[in-house]
């Protein structure tokens, strides 16, 4: 058997090296892309669904999620969405958005994470995480949605626009600290 030498070991030192950084650099690319599949096997996290009139606790760290249809007009040429956009806000006993307390939006590409998936039927099933940095503690209802379409190639009319909004389903989430099982 050889006796490896300095040389020798120096290269294959480089060559694992080299290694590692391609297999980091490949689930880094994994996770930057959306690969919603793999960064959920590499991360798991609590979803919490939106349920109209209801009220869920969301902890720091977990995810809300809403199935939803935009109507978008010119529907059948929309492959997937490009951008959606949920703004909450504390509201007073009659429905007006309280000042003092912050509103926020998710999904604006500053808030955290968004995965979205085309669904059946024109629907959408979207996730959004809940960041402590930009989501602030309290009860907040769904005030606003936006959505920007991603069309087929083909397609050459105007882009379409939303016609469905789910503001009017009273969606509403209270966000709490993270919870005490660590999500």
């Known amino acids: 058997m050889k006796q490896a030498t300095g040389r020798h070991i120096a290269k294959r030192t480089w060559m694992a090296g080299l290694g590692l950084l391609l297999c980091v650099s490949a689930a880094a690319q994994t996770a930057s892309t959306g690969n919603a599949g793999a960064v959920a096997a590499a991360h798991p996290h609590v979803v919490v669904p939106l349920s109209s009139g209801s009220c869920p606790v969301v902890h720091y760290g977990e995810w809300i999620s809403i199935d939803w249809n935009p109507g978008f007009d010119h529907a059948a ?56 940095n930009y989501v602030p ?36 989430i209270t966000v709490a600290a993270a919870s005490a099982s660590g999500s």
């Open 137 to 172: 503690l309290g009860e907040y209802h769904l005030i606003a949605a936006a959505a920007a379409p991603q069309m087929d190639p083909e397609f050459t009319g105007e882009r379409p626009t939303m016609t469905v909004s789910p503001v009017r389903e009273h969606f509403c």
């Open 77 to 132: 040429m929309v492959t997937t969405l490009r951008r959606f956009m949920l703004t909450f806000a504390a509201l007073d006993t009659d429905g007006v958005a309280i000042r003092s307390r912050k509103a926020f939006i998710l999904g604006n590409g500053s808030t955290g994470a968004i995965r979205f998936t085309p669904s059946v039927n024109g629907f959408f099933h979207a996730e959004f995480a809940i960041n402590r």
